[in-house]
């Protein structure tokens, strides 16, 4: 099988976390933008050749998500719609869509960090790459730096409901502290 998926810690080579590293940073990229915090890296080689950040809802777009913005960034870069020896990194295992596009790219490898039990298609949920069937096999390592990717994503989603909390709140403090004035008549 192109793919493994530890249970159990594993040890990263210094280059994968240096470059999921830099995805993280990506990530923040999206978070400053007030967007899910996913990032990504692809290489080839030493060379990081594009990155991108999970951007859907600034761009209008269901598809910007970190991977399929580097995957478009490093076809334009190269000039090749096939990035064959490329690598990507990003921080949240990447989804059905992600797996489809990075399987016609014909990346080499994927090192991802947080598993993703919703939309994972790196054996979380499903498991895209497994198929013998596909005339493209692309190596899945997950868990790079996972606790810190994991923690980057609970963290946004935990402000963000204590922000729309807090909304709720003051909006409720708004309504109950007006007071309508007495009708005309009263006075």
């Known amino acids: 099988m192109a793919h493994e998926l530890p249970v159990a810690p594993v040890s990263f080579p210094q280059r994968d976390l240096h470059f999921m590293k830099l995805a993280q940073a990506a990530a923040e990229e999206a978070r400053a933008a007030g967007e899910v915090p996913v990032g990504a890296v692809l290489v080839r080689g030493d060379e990081v050749i594009a990155k991108g950040f999970n951007h859907p809802i600034g761009a209008h777009d269901p598809s910007a998500h970190a991977e399929m ?20 990194y990003v921080t949240l295992e990447p989804c059905l869509m992600c797996a489809g596009a990075i399987m016609h790219a014909r990346i080499a490898r994927v090192v991802f960090g947080a598993r ?6 790196c054996g979380s949920v499903v ?31 935990a402000d963000r409901r204590r922000s729309l909390r807090e909304a709720r709140e003051a909006r409720a403090a708004l309504d109950a502290a007006r007071i309508e004035p007495p009708p005309a008549e009263s006075l």
């Open 69 to 88: 913005v580097a995957l478009r960034a490093a076809a334009q870069a190269l000039e090749n719609y096939r990035l064959p020896g490329c690598e990507l």
């Open 116 to 121: 993703d039990p919703k939309t994972g298609a």
């Open 127 to 157: 498991d895209a790459f497994a198929n013998p069937q596909l005339n493209h096999h692309t190596t899945v390592v997950g868990g790079a730096l996972e606790d810190e990717c994991a923690a980057a994503l609970k963290s946004f989603f």
